[in-house]
């Protein structure tokens, strides 16, 4: 009688996946009710998070996925916020439309500007990408039309009531999370995602194995750019003015390098955790100045030393928790069993390697499991 072959299914999902898909629906539902029964604070401190959250998110798709560490994406945060503002008070547009168009045109203006980029490499780059930054910052702080170095206010919201304006704006930043949270997990998961993550362990074998490296990084490098565009004109849009130093400011890059590395680096889970972490402190600590910069320098220290992998990379070891699953999983299932979880066994024993008896057995215990059939 043939011996029955085992049978093995390919998934991606996990059950806390599936949960953490509720959840978030869940949550997406209650956020979009705020403006029915939540105050001004709050609706402004979901914008902040919202921008925060996206800007970090986008670093880390460029520097966790990518391996291009990057110290100047402020450069592109401050010119989607200018560019927003630009075309609300000069076209006439409304500043809600402006946001995605922003984002489209920083990508856009990041064409060239990874053409000088990409000459650099390591620590190079990453210094090099500042210095871009900072000429973005003296270029605007020079155009009078757009206040020079004080900055100007954005004046092209006409009579739009304050109340309307706040949760519009929450709509917009819930809607902007969702779908840079839907895309760049979407992309992680395709061909591209995973031509990515070679490129990043080492990117002369990736080349060697058939993959356009400079194709990939410039493709990841005009997302980040975009991204980080999309989460300056959704900040200034709720903060109503801008200015150069804020715009441009390097500590846009430092709060998301600080907020990925706290959270998990090369995770989606890790910019959530550690925007949320990263916003409590600021809201609680940040009154004491320099004492709270210390600490959170004193934080990623800690954090470096006994969880290199961050916290959630932590948690996700420890306990196996996959909230957005990016790889596959070899699930083998028992002959004839139903095609479900409760069906799975372990994946370890059925890649053991096949011993080969030295002489023919005589006998085998009840206790003892005979070895697979070899498949061909």
């Known amino acids: 009688m043939d011996a029955v072959r085992p049978r093995f299914e390919v998934r991606r999902a996990t059950r806390a996946s599936r949960i953490a898909s509720l959840v978030l629906i869940a949550l997406a539902v209650v956020v979009a009710s705020m403006p029915f029964w939540a105050g001004r604070d709050a609706l402004r401190d979901f914008i902040e998070i919202a921008s925060y959250f996206v800007f970090a998110m986008m670093w880390n798709l460029l520097a966790g996925y990518g391996g291009m560490v990057s110290i100047g994406q402020q450069a592109y945060f401050g010119l989607g916020g200018y560019l927003m503002l630009a075309l609300a008070n000069f076209a006439g547009l409304s500043p809600f439309v402006c946001v995605p168009i922003a984002a489209v045109l920083t990508a856009i203006i990041a064409v060239p500007v990874s053409r000088i980029a990409f000459r650099l490499s390591g620590g190079y780059f990453a210094v090099g990408t500042w210095v871009i930054a900072e000429v973005f910052r003296l270029g605007i702080a020079n155009i009078s039309a757009l206040g020079g170095g004080s900055g100007t206010s954005l004046t092209g919201l006409g009579d739009i009531a304050r109340s309307t304006r706040e949760s519009i704006t929450l709509w917009l930043a819930l809607a902007i999370v969702v779908l840079a949270t839907a895309l760049v997990y979407r992309f992680l998961r395709s061909k591209a995602g995973l031509a990515l993550t070679a490129i990043r362990d080492d990117a002369v074998a990736a080349s060697s194995q058939g993959v356009h490296v400079a194709g990939t990084r410039l493709v990841v490098y005009l997302c980040a750019a975009a991204g980080a565009g999309l989460a300056g004109a959704l900040y200034f849009v709720g903060n109503l003015r801008i200015s150069p130093d804020a715009a441009f400011s390097v500590n846009w890059t430092a709060f998301a390098i600080f907020i990925v590395m706290i959270g998990g680096l090369g995770t989606l889970e890790g910019p959530i955790v550690g925007t949320l972490l990263f916003y409590v402190l600021n809201k609680f600590l940040s009154d004491y100045g320099t004492l709270y910069l210390i600490g959170l320098g004193l934080l990623a220290i800690v954090v ?66 005979s070895p697979l059939p070899r498949t061909r």
């Open 304 to 369: 470096t030393l006994f969880f290199p992998q961050g916290l959630w990379g932590y948690v996700s070891r420890r306990f196996g928790l996959q909230f957005f699953p990016v790889g596959r999983r070899l699930v083998m299932l028992e002959p004839g069993a139903p095609n479900d979880a409760s069906a799975q066994v372990p994946l370890q024993p059925a890649l053991q390697p096949i011993s080969q008896p030295t002489s023919p057995p005589t006998s085998q215990s009840p206790s003892q499991s």
